[in-house]
Structure formats: structure tokens, C-alpha cells
């Protein structure tokens, strides 16, 4: 080389590495892709604007969804906290996974996910809420809240079985705690897959302080089904969740008398003076009104949808940290995304709040998800889907096989129409307690729903969901529907057949099908 060429080589030399040499090493991608779930607690599609909420805005959860996909129909195959989660992890219906209730431990040295990544050389890590009992298992890391966690400075058991407690807000700590170990403590050499579990926005709803005043002067529109009388649907006769009973406690759950809530004691002076500067001027004139009737009754429902609402404000602005956070390490092309939460929830309809029925309020799961290399931004699917196909997608998308035993299928890339879901099947198992909702199975398709409680007295229910979406008119009965109800049955007892659940194949034969 000349002097003249060694010299301009030295200096495209010397370019190409400062170019380059800002990114750090562990944020150069590896060859697969990342997983990310967040996993919030009873998150309602209402409560999310990109679902068409009316009454929140929730612009960084909208954000996976305009660069990535909405899934309009996710579902979930037992509407409740425990058993939710022990479908994510195995990808297998309740009666197959053993935890068809939040009563008992789950097994959690059952394969799962977690396994089949470890084994691929995923890096795995649970941080948050994870409500299973059992110790988590196949985790690389794990920190994890006791039970349904706390709200204010929560505590965390960790991987040495020590427990700690860590200041600030429950939404911000596990937030945090995240991504510290996306930053810190991962192995960068190694794809990884974390999921973040919210306990937000689960019972009783205590907003951080800084979201409390967020919805100073709203009025928040009942539901048109709030005083719904439930005729002809007799297990929605014999709950107990209805916001206008004393079940929904104007103490513990409503905040009346912040004083002699057990929370008030782990707060610090700076938390504990903001919830009274908040509570206690509203506390006090609501005392002094002596409402009763349906005055009440609304009382009762702005302060829950108040309390309910500023929980999820603090949970999207969270998510937007960890959509930040990848932005900023080029870590966005190379991740999936997902938001998604264990169930939907009441927010007064039919009067309720809680989940558990197959109605579509608890039955619907959020789901918004950006990968870019499977999805093109701003897509909308109203395909149907159930929650065991979250654990077949994150081993498809890891280029792991997925076991045969799994129950449900991968949602990435789309299915074509053709090979789409045609319905979905569910059932629900715990009952009296809590909230006295019978056990009940049943299938959904497209167009229809049809349901069988048992347990307490048998019934079917019938919903035409095209011209009766608010499900108020069991059309059971009605012998037009005569038709579709027989075919609903066998394509329901195929469902049962399929997936393995006797119990629910014998019950259906007993009542002839
Ligand atoms: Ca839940």
C-alpha cells in the first residue's frame, strides 16, 4: 500500500469503528428473537383504548398494537387469575394441567414453555406477580410477589427463598426490577424470554399517588346493563358480585375509611399523605350525603371505575418504559412483544364486577403484540384464539418444536381464514367461593355462544351474539334456534372430545348429546 492508501484506509478504518462502536456489545441482537410478555391481572378490553375504551386512554398499550397487531377475539379457556396462568405456561386447558382453580399449588415441574426454552438456549425469567404457589421452575431468574402481591412497597420472594421488601409502587417496582435485568443481570450472549406480571389493576385497585387526581371532575357512563334483572339466566341469579351488594365492600374495597385499611400501614409518610389529601375531602362528603338506593349505587361505581382506571394508568405508562427501553437498545426488530392480562373483567356490566362467567366481558383476553417480522403494523385480527396458543407461539417463534401434548397452536405468523379457529371451547370449575358462579363449559363460535352450568341445578344458555352482543336474552328455549343449538352441541361435545375432557364429554352425555 501507499502512504496516500494506508492512510485513507486508516481513516475508513477509524469512521467505520466509531460508527459502530456507540452500541454496546450485549445490544447487538442475537439470531433469534426475544420474548417479552406482560402480564397484567384482570384487565378489561374497555379499560384500553385501542379496544375503543370509553373511558381511559392507554396510548402505550395502543402503541404494541399500531406497530404490531389487536387481537379482537383472544380468549380465555377459564376465566380466572391461577388457572390462567397455568395455561400460559403449558399451553394445556385446566383439566389437563391440574390447576383448574386459584385453591391449591401448581405443579410446576409439569413441562412448560420455560423448559423447552431453557433446553433451545433461551434465557428464561418470571418477575412480578405469579399466583401459582409452587416455586417457579425453568426460570433463569425469578422474583416473584407472595400470592395476589401488594400494592405499596411490595414484598418479593426471591430465587435464595429470602423475602424482600422493595419501596415505591407495586406497577413500578416490578417495572423496575425488569429492567434492571434486561440492563444488568441478563446473559447477553443468549436470546431471553421475561415475562413482566403485573398485579395491576386486580381487587382492591390502589392507584399509585401520582395517578389519583387524574380523573378529577369525570363522570365515568354506567353501563346500559347495570341494573340488568337477569331473566332466564339463572346462575347470573345466584352470583355474588355485584357492585351494588355489600360484596363489593365500601371499606376494603371503596376506600371510605382509609384509616383502617391494612395498606395504609406499609405506606411511607409521603404515600400515606397523599391518599388522604385525595380520600379523605371525598370520604368525608360522601358520609355526609347518606346515599342510598341507586345514588349509591353510582357512588359505588365511580369510585371503583376511578380506582380501577388510575391502576391502569400507571400499568400503560409502565409498559411504555419497557417499549422505550427497547427502542433505545435496538432491541425492537428482534422482540416479540406481547401485552396481554389473565382474563377480562366487569366494569359494571350486568351490575358486576370480577370475571369468571364465559360471558364476553371475562372471557375476552386483551391481546396486542409487535414483532415486526410477522406482523405488519397496524393489523386488526378478529380471529378466534385461545390462551393455550400463547405457549405454542413463543416456541414457534423460538424455532422450538412444539409438543404434540400442547393444546393450542401458534397465533404468529396469522392463519390464514381458511385454517382459522372456528370455535372455542371453556370451562370454568370454581365454585361457591368466591363470588358463587357456578361451573359451567361451553363453545363459542363467531356468531354464537352456547353454555352449560352444573353443579347447583343445570341450565343451558343460548346467546346469539349478532344481534344480542350484551348476552341479556337466553334464546334457549326459543325453538327457531332449534337448529343451530343441536349442531352447537355436537361441534361442543367434538370440543370436549378433543381436548380431553371427560368429565365434560359424560355430563353432555347424560343430557343426551
Ligand atoms: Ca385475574
Request: with cysteine; aromatic share 14%; hydrophobic share 35%.
Amino acid at each position: 500500500m501507499t502512504r496516500i492508501t494506508k492512510l485513507v484506509f486508516g481513516i475508513v478504518t477509524l469512521i467505520s469503528l466509531a460508527a459502530f462502536s456507540w452500541i454496546p456489545v450485549k445490544d447487538v441482537a442475537p439470531s433469534r428473537p426475544n420474548i417479552i410478555i406482560i402480564f397484567s391481572d384482570d384487565h378489561a378490553l374497555k379499560a384500553i383504548s385501542a379496544y375503543g375504551s370509553p373511558y381511559v386512554k392507554t396510548p402505550n398499550i395502543d402503541r404494541i398494537g399500531r406497530e404490531g397487531a389487536v387481537f379482537e377475539n383472544m380468549f380465555c379457556t377459564n376465566s380466572i387469575c391461577a388457572p390462567s396462568r397455568a395455561t400460559l405456561l403449558t399451553g394445556k386447558y385446566s383439566h389437563i394441567n391440574g390447576h383448574r382453580d386459584n385453591q391449591g399449588t401448581f405443579d410446576a415441574s409439569q413441562a412448560m414453555f420455560p423448559k423447552y426454552l431453557q433446553q433451545a438456549g433461551y434465557q428464561t425469567a418470571w418477575i412480578g406477580k405469579w399466583h401459582l404457589k409452587a416455586t417457579p421452575q425453568y426460570f433463569d431468574f425469578w422474583e416473584v410477589v407472595p400470592g395476589q402481591g401488594l400494592y405499596y412497597n411490595p414484598n418479593f420472594i426471591q430465587m435464595d427463598g429470602k423475602t424482600v421488601r422493595k419501596e415505591g409502587y407495586a406497577t413500578n417496582v416490578i417495572t423496575d426490577d425488569a429492567l434492571n435485568w434486561l440492563e444488568s443481570s441478563r446473559d447477553t450472549s443468549k436470546p431471553f424470554c421475561l415475562v413482566i406480571g403485573h398485579k395491576a389493576p386486580h381487587r382492591e385497585w390502589q392507584p399509585d399517588t401520582t395517578d389519583l387526581h387524574a380523573f378529577d371532575g369525570k363522570t365515568f357512563p354506567m353501563p346500559a346493563t347495570f341494573y340488568d334483572t337477569y331473566e332466564g339466566r339463572k346462575a347470573a341469579q345466584h352470583q355474588d358480585m355485584q357492585i351494588a351488594t355489600p360484596t363489593m365492600r365500601l371499606g376494603l374495597d371503596l376506600k371510605v375509611d382509609i384509616d383502617t385499611m391494612p395498606i395504609i400501614k406499609r405506606m411511607n409518610p409521603a404515600q400515606l399523605k397523599a391518599w388522604k389529601a385525595y380520600y379523605d375531602p371525598l370520604n368525608k362528603a360522601f358520609k355526609e350525603q347518606k346515599l342510598t338506593g341507586k345514588a349509591l349505587d353510582n357512588w359505588k361505581f365511580q369510585r371503583y371505575m376511578h380506582d380501577y382506571l388510575a391502576c391502569i394508568l400507571s400499568v400503560d405508562r409502565n409498559v411504555g418504559r419497557v417499549l422505550d427501553y427497547l427502542d433505545k437498545h435496538g432491541m425492537k426488530e428482534n422482540t416479540l412483544i406481547m401485552y396481554s392480562s389473565d382474563q377480562g373483567f366487569y366494569l359494571g356490566e350486568h351490575g358486576w364486577f370480577d370475571k369468571r362467567f364465559m360471558y364476553e366481558e371475562s372471557l375476552h383476553m386483551p391481546l396486542l403484540v409487535r414483532y415486526p417480522p410477522k406482523l405488519k403494523p397496524g393489523t386488526r385480527t378478529k380471529q378466534l384464539f385461545v390462551n393455550t396458543d400463547f405457549a405454542p407461539t413463543i416456541l414457534q417463534t423460538a424455532g422450538v418444536p412444539i409438543p404434540a401434548d400442547m393444546q393450542g397452536k401458534s397465533f404468529l405468523p396469522l392463519p390464514k381464514p381458511a385454517e382459522s379457529r372456528k370455535a372455542v371451547y371453556y370451562h370454568y370449575y370454581e365454585y361457591p367461593y368466591d363470588h358463587r358462579v357456578m361451573a359451567h363449559f361451553g363453545i363459542r363460535t363467531e356468531r354464537y355462544k352456547l353454555i352449560y352450568f352444573y353443579g347447583n341445578g343445570e341450565s343451558w344458555e343460548f346467546f346469539d351474539l349478532k344481534t344480542d352482543p350484551d348476552e341479556m336474552k337466553n334464546e334457549y328455549a326459543n325453538p327457531k334456534n332449534g337448529a343451530v343449538i343441536s349442531q352447537l352441541k355436537r361441534d361442543l361435545k367434538k370440543l370436549t372430545q378433543e381436548y380431553k375432557d371427560t368429565e365434560a364429554t359424560e355430563m353432555l352425555a347424560k343430557e343426551g348429546v
